[in-house]
């Protein structure tokens, strides 16, 4: 039996940002954290973090009070792009325990043995798109607020599945 | 399931992340054109049996539109490009 743990995290200030190749170190600088141009590389710089998910496309997450700072310094900013904040857009997962894997193979049709830890992803859970990040210890699984009844109840199902098993 | 590698995340992933979004290649004419000529744009597509050049999007990942050559009798997806680079030649191809 794998262990596996899911909890809801507190709210996070979130922002998806889009911007040019051209605009991207100002953008970067503005919000205080680095927006690598591969898609599926997280950046961390202290609390704050970023995930590539697109060509031009980047999520990035922050303490909840850092978000009008950094919607104020991205104003003011040379950077030509757009900065949407969705901070009340997004729920967040933690998926804790060596039976992370497993529990997302319920619902996620991609091989996640290859997403290596420090990577994330924009991919489809059971219907459901979703933002998956890994870190060494947990996934985290972003989704947006009017799926998570169903996505709650899929993974709750889904791990009383695996402990009865 | 198909797998589809995305020319834009570089990486083969399964159909589900995807959505197809009809045949590639397909020129806007002149609206000053025949209305025939005009029908068969909107409407008149090539329904080739073997490999068809048609657009994808991958919708649950990158969110981009590019193009890929499936064979529509073995279901393969033979190769994928970038939206806006040209056909490529395949092995076999009629020249």
Request: proline share 7%; glycine share 8%; aromatic share 8%.
């Amino acid at each position: 039996m794998a262990d596996v743990t899911i909890r809801t995290l507190t709210r996070a200030a979130r922002f998806s940002v889009r911007c040019g190749e051209a605009d991207r170190t100002a953008a970067a600088e503005a919000l205080g954290v680095p927006l690598i141009g591969t898609i599926g590389a997280i950046a961390v710089a202290g609390p704050r973090r970023s995930l590539c998910l697109g060509p031009d496309e980047w999520i990035v997450a922050a303490p909840l009070e850092d978000g009008p700072a950094m919607t104020a310094a991205f104003a003011a900013s040379p950077a030509v792009g757009s900065l949407v904040e969705v901070t009340n857009r997004d729920v967040t997962f933690a998926i804790t325990g060596p039976g992370g894997e497993e529990l997302l193979a319920h619902g996620c049709p991609r091989d996640l043995s290859k997403l290596a830890p420090g990577r994330g992803v924009r991919t489809v859970f059971d219907g459901v798109s979703v933002v998956l990040w890994r870190f060494d210890d947990r996934f985290e699984m972003t989704v947006w607020r009017s799926y998570v009844p169903f996505v709650e109840a899929l993974l709750s199902a889904a791990a009383r599945e695996m402990q009865a098993a | 399931m198909i797998l589809i590698h995305c020319p834009y995340c570089d990486e083969t992933l399964p159909e589900a992340e995807f959505t197809y979004a009809g045949e590639a290649h397909v020129v806007r004419p002149d609206p000053s054109v025949s209305d025939e000529t005009w029908r068969d744009f909107l409407y008149i597509r090539s329904n080739p049996k073997g490999p068809h050049a048609e657009r994808w999007r991958h919708a649950h990942g990158c969110g981009r539109y590019f193009n890929a050559i499936r064979d529509t009798v073995s279901d393969r997806v033979l190769t994928t490009y970038k939206a806006g680079e040209s056909k490529p030649v395949l092995p076999g191809d009629v020249k």
